[in-house]
């Protein structure tokens, strides 16, 4: 994956020592949500209902994945990993991981390698989450079978993810 920088960073930084090994020339930004575009990432055949992930990109680079999601109501998505730290907060909303309820205020931390889920956006609402990963943000599934099958028993039909691209506010450096 690309390293990617927005355009409002700043350029030179000041560096401070802070006592650790650091990049020589590390990055300030700032970024509002409100000029990220949503995209959809992934999609599903409730009935007659099309039901989304859509994300904002706020940070994409080869250390880090910051978004924005929105589920839509009753989305599911399997059981899964990732190659490196995850973590989840839920804004608004609520959202069931592996048969945990998480309403808004609900802080997720899945560290490489450990599993969760399935996830299933609340029916009514749906939720909106702040997600990180700090590394590589691949998600790994881990029960394939099972969420066939618990497609299968809600009539829900698994649909090809949806094209997107790196955000239009991110370039290479």
């Known amino acids: 994956m690309a390293r990617h920088v927005p355009p409002n960073a700043e350029n030179p930084v000041q560096v401070v020592d802070t006592g650790r090994p650091t ?6 930004s700032i970024i509002h949500e409100s000029d990220v575009p949503w995209q959809e990432v992934r999609a599903q055949q409730h009935g007659d209902r099309r039901v989304s992930v859509h994300e904002k ?13 929105h589920y839509d109501p009753g ?24 048969g945990r309820h998480c ?15 399935p996830l299933v956006a609340d029916g009514d609402e749906g939720c909106i989450m702040f997600e990180t990963w ?10 394939e079978d099972g969420f066939r ?7 829900v039909e698994q649909l090809p ?6 955000p239009d506010h991110l370039e290479d450096q």
């Open 23 to 28: 990049r020589p020339s590390p990055r300030f």
């Open 57 to 69: 990109f706020l940070e994409w680079s080869g250390d880090r994945m910051v978004v924005l999601g």
């Open 75 to 98: 989305m599911i998505i399997e059981r899964h990993g990732h190659r490196s730290d995850h973590l989840v907060y839920v804004l608004e909303g609520s959202v069931d991981i592996g």
């Open 103 to 117: 309403p808004s205020g609900t802080l997720i931390v899945l560290e490489e390698g450990a599993a969760f889920g």
């Open 134 to 143: 700090l590394d590589d943000p691949l998600p790994v599934p881990a029960d």
């Open 149 to 155: 099958s618990l497609l299968a028993e809600h009539g």
């Open 161 to 166: 993810h949806p094209p997107f691209d790196a």
